[in-house]
């Protein structure tokens, strides 16, 4: 599901969700990299902002309850993208942020938080959060 979400001025925001599995991982990337063009960013920051996103993604659906979605926001300005990606978990310490995956989003990323509530028992996991920003001409810009 894509749904656009109100926009701030100077901003575009967008969401879609889809299922925890590994199958979805091209439609993930599809999607990022059409928020990211339509944001007007360049291809070259199309594919950093698809590549933090696939490791995010990937880290989550390796630790994802079979009933998880994936849920993907993302807000863009004028120089940077905002996203932010939810799933819900087996583990209250996922994902797993000493692998070279996560090298990469912390390289390619201004700043990286994630965050795991307590366990939820009508999902059967913990809700995890990853959030982070990419900004056009690297980790410097505010």
């Known amino acids: 599901m894509v749904e656009k979400v109100s926009p701030e001025a100077g901003t575009t925001a967008v969401g879609f969700r889809v299922p925890a599995v590994a199958e979805q991982l091209i439609m ?3 999607l990022t990299e059409t928020v990211a063009l339509v944001a007007d960013f360049g291809i070259d920051e ?7 996103v696939d490791e995010v993604v990937s880290a989550l659906i390796v630790d994802a309850v ?3 979605v994936i849920d993907c926001a993302f807000t863009a300005g004028d120089s940077t993208m905002d996203v ?5 978990t087996t583990s209250a310490d996922s994902p797993d942020t000493t692998g070279f995956g996560w090298h990469i989003v912390s390289t390619l990323t201004q700043w990286v938080h994630t965050s795991n509530s ?3 028992e009508s999902a059967g996991g913990y809700p995890t959060v990853v959030e ?3 900004a056009r001409g690297g980790t410097d810009v505010a």
């Open 66 to 68: 079979t009933t998880s």
């Open 28 to 30: 993930l990337r599809a």
């Open 46 to 52: 199309a594919t950093d902002i698809r590549l933090a």
């Open 84 to 88: 932010r990606v939810a799933a819900v």
């Open 132 to 134: 982070f920003r990419w």
């Open 118 to 120: 307590d366990y939820d």
